[in-house]
């Protein structure tokens, strides 16, 4: 759980910088009542220049991404909007598990949902080596 704050923050802190990146709004301590104890984050993400300069054109430089992000590790609840497209949003529910990812399922979805999952594998070893000299050495 600490390594997994430590490297959120250490990598917000990596992309940001000339009014771009990561910007902390909130970061304070919540309750739920089936998770517990966690910490709810929200997040500006700018990210105007890193957008193509034929999108750049279109929208305003003030164009932002917002990040909420409720933490009761082992469960996160992070979702993401849009400043430029306020109707648009992405809700992500994760919960880490100490397995080798054979929990068929992880989020206990109602069968109704779980029929209409789909599972894709993805092996980030294999399938990024190409990204290795992206990583910074220590």
Known sequence: ???ELYMIARHSQQE???GEGVE?????????????????TEKRIHLHNRLPYWVQSMIP???????????????????????????FQIQIETTYQNNNGSCENAL???PDLLAQREVIDVDIALTCHHLVNQYQKQ
């Open 16 to 18: 940001s910088g000339n």
């Open 61 to 87: 430089r003030v164009f932002y991404v917002i990040e909420k992000s409720w933490n009761y590790y082992p469960f996160t609840v992070t979702e993401y909007t849009c400043s430029f497209l306020p109707r």
């Open 108 to 110: 206990n979805l109602s």
């Open 1 to 3: 759980q600490i390594g």
């Open 24 to 40: 902390v709004v909130v970061n304070e301590p919540c309750s739920d009542p089936t998770h517990g104890e966690g910490q709810y």
